[in-house]
């Protein structure tokens, strides 16, 4: 898999060579199992708006470069488990980080972008 | 009440009144937007959002020691870790803690972003006045940077001077 240059992605949704620079940099840093959310993309790469971002995700999610993700977070904070979508994710969890079964709610989902295979 | 306010340089804001059992407000936004259509077609508008804001009051914070209190900060890095520093009070500020604000920082130089934050706009912060009427805010404003990537909560009742002044400062250091 080349991390070269992702251009081709950024091009095809009619960014910038600024956002292109700043996802090629981002991606040659990219360690195989770290997690993004969208927020944190958005601050690293700046595309000219979040729906182009949200096309540009998409295509790096399908192209294998990005696995999207549901993770169940503790009401304290950190992450229980994680699922390959909301649909998978049970309506309690056991948490370990309070020992305590916890119902599932919205607030405690958080949708990550893994990266499947380093720079 | 919920109230959808086009400005003259063409930026629109959705205010939507705050829920006592839920911080999820994208069902309010959707049945104001498929109520209002008419008037703003949602494809003529692109998100604007203010996550740059999130860290830069941070990172810029040494600036802005008179203008804002930090009471909790959560910082997240591309491990999945979540650095959260809170205060003892709502009176005092993180930006007093040396110990929390070097902790923060240095979690921020490994790939990581501000994620959410409870801040306080200072009285008088954005004007400099001894007189009582003239000061911007009127008074300490509570603003909760949480959430959707264009979204700040308000959780109390403010002026229309001081709201204004609010999201001036959040469009400044974006």
């Known amino acids: ?119 | 009440m919920n109230v959808f306010k086009l400005h003259d340089n063409g930026l629109l804001e959705a205010r939507i009144y705050t829920h006592d059992n839920s911080s999820d407000y994208q069902n309010d936004v959707t049945k104001m937007w498929s109520l209002l259509s008419f008037l703003f077609p949602p494809s003529d508008f692109s998100e604007y959002p203010i996550a740059k804001a999130k860290t830069n009051l941070w990172t810029k914070r040494n600036a802005l020691k008179s203008v804002i209190r930090y009471s909790d900060s959560v910082l997240r890095n591309s491990l999945g870790t979540a650095l959260s520093a809170s205060t003892g009070s709502e009176q005092q500020s993180l930006f007093d803690d040396q110990g929390a604000s070097n902790s923060l920082d240095e979690f921020l130089k490994h790939k990581a972003y501000c994620d959410s934050s409870n801040i306080w706009w200072l009285k008088g912060g954005g004007k400099e006045s001894d007189n009582e009427f003239e000061m911007l805010p009127s008074k300490d404003v509570h603003v909760i940077l949480k959430g959707k990537l264009n979204e700040f909560t308000i959780p109390a009742k403010c002026s229309k001077q001081d709201f204004e002044y609010v999201l001036d400062q959040l469009r400044k250091y974006n």
């Open chain 1, 1 to 119: 898999m080349s991390w070269t240059n992702l251009g081709n992605i950024t091009r095809k949704f009619h960014e910038g060579l600024g956002t292109t620079v700043r996802l090629n940099r981002l991606a040659s840093h990219w360690h195989t199992g770290e997690v993004y959310t969208f927020d944190h993309l958005y601050q690293e790469i700046s595309p000219s708006s979040t729906q182009n971002l949200a096309l540009i995700v998409a295509e790096l999610v399908q192209r294998g470069f990005l696995e999207k993700l549901v993770r169940v977070e503790s009401p304290t904070g950190g992450g229980i488990k994680d699922f390959p979508s909301v649909e998978d994710v049970p309506d309690t969890i056991y948490d370990f980080h309070s020992d305590r079964e916890i119902e599932v709610q919205p607030d405690n989902l958080r949708i990550l972008f893994k990266v499947r295979h380093g720079g």
